[in-house]
C-alpha cells in the first residue's frame, strides 16, 4: 500500500483554544463482553454536555440500541476506535489496519449513519508507519494530554478530580472511558464538571474546535 508524501503523521493531544476543553470517553470491548456505564451515560445527557466516544465496532455491536439513541444527541460525537481493539496495532500490517478503520466505519456508517473522521489508536499505541497509514484514508488521530487513569480501581473519585481540575487549561483533551471500566469516572465527574465551569471552561466537540 502506498502512502501519500504528504501526510502529516501528527497526533493531537491538545488544540487552540481560549475557553474550552474536550471531553472524550473510550467506549471499547475484546474479549470480555462490556456495557455503557449508565450513570455515565445520564449525567451526560441530562447536563446536554458536550462530548466526543470513541468506539469500536465490538463494543458497538453489543450496545447498538443505546448507541443508536444517543447518535440523535447534537452534543454527543461518536468517532472511530478500530474494529477489534488490538492494543498495540503498529504490530499489524498496512492492509490490517485498514481494514480495522474501515470495518468500524463502515458498521457506524450503516447502522448510525456517521460518518467518522477522528481516530484513537487502543491504548495510545502506533508507529508513525500506522499513523500515516490511518491519516491516507482521511482521518485525524486524536488522543489525549490529560488521562484521568479511571481505568485503575486504584485511582478514587477524590484522586482524580483533584489531578485534573488542578491540571485543566483551554484546549486540553482529556480521555475517560464509558464502558464500565471507567471504575470512579460517574462520582468525579460531576465535580470535574464544577470545577471547569468555575474556571470559566466549558466542554466542546472536536468537530467544532478542529474545523
Known amino acids: 500500500m502506498g502512502l501519500p508524501h504528504f501526510l502529516n503523521a501528527e497526533v493531537l493531544n491538545k488544540?487552540?483554544?481560549?475557553?474550552?476543553?474536550?471531553?472524550?470517553?473510550?467506549?471499547?470491548?475484546?474479549?470480555?463482553?462490556?456495557?455503557?456505564?449508565?450513570?455515565?451515560?445520564?449525567?451526560?445527557?441530562?447536563?446536554?454536555?458536550?462530548v466526543?466516544?470513541?468506539?469500536?465496532?465490538?463494543?458497538?455491536?453489543?450496545n447498538i440500541e443505546r448507541l443508536i439513541e444517543i447518535s440523535k444527541y447534537n452534543f454527543i460525537?461518536?468517532?472511530?476506535?478500530?474494529?477489534?481493539?488490538?492494543?498495540?496495532?503498529?504490530?499489524?500490517?498496512?492492509?490490517?489496519?485498514?481494514?480495522?478503520v474501515k470495518e468500524n466505519e463502515k458498521y457506524l456508517y450503516d447502522m448510525l449513519g456517521i460518518k467518522t473522521k477522528y481516530f484513537r489508536f487502543p491504548g495510545f499505541n502506533y508507529d508513525v508507519r500506522g499513523l500515516k497509514v490511518v491519516e491516507s484514508l482521511g482521518y485525524k488521530v486524536v488522543h489525549a494530554n490529560l488521562i484521568s487513569g479511571d481505568p485503575d480501581k486504584n485511582v478514587s473519585a477524590e484522586k482524580m478530580y483533584n489531578y485534573i481540575s488542578k491540571k485543566i487549561r483551554p484546549g486540553d483533551i482529556i480521555i475517560f472511558h464509558i464502558n464500565g471500566r471507567g471504575?470512579?469516572?460517574?462520582?468525579?465527574?460531576?465535580?470535574?464538571?464544577?470545577?471547569?465551569?468555575s474556571k470559566g471552561l466549558r466542554p466542546a466537540l472536536l468537530s467544532e474546535l478542529i474545523n
Not at 474479549?31 to 458536550?50: A, H, R, Y
Not at 460525537?77 to 480495522?100: F, G, P
Open 15 to 50: 488544540v487552540e483554544s481560549k475557553d474550552a476543553v474536550l471531553l472524550t470517553f473510550d467506549a471499547c470491548e475484546t474479549k470480555t463482553p462490556v456495557f455503557f456505564d449508565e450513570k455515565i451515560l445520564d449525567f451526560i445527557v441530562k447536563n446536554k454536555i458536550p
Open 52 to 62: 466526543t466516544i470513541f468506539v469500536n465496532k465490538k463494543f458497538a455491536e453489543r
Open 77 to 100: 460525537e461518536i468517532e472511530n476506535h478500530s474494529a477489534n481493539h488490538y492494543q498495540y496495532m503498529q504490530r499489524l500490517d498496512n492492509q490490517t489496519i485498514v481494514n480495522e
Open 183 to 197: 471504575y470512579n469516572t460517574h462520582e468525579a465527574l460531576p465535580k470535574i464538571y464544577e470545577s471547569l465551569k
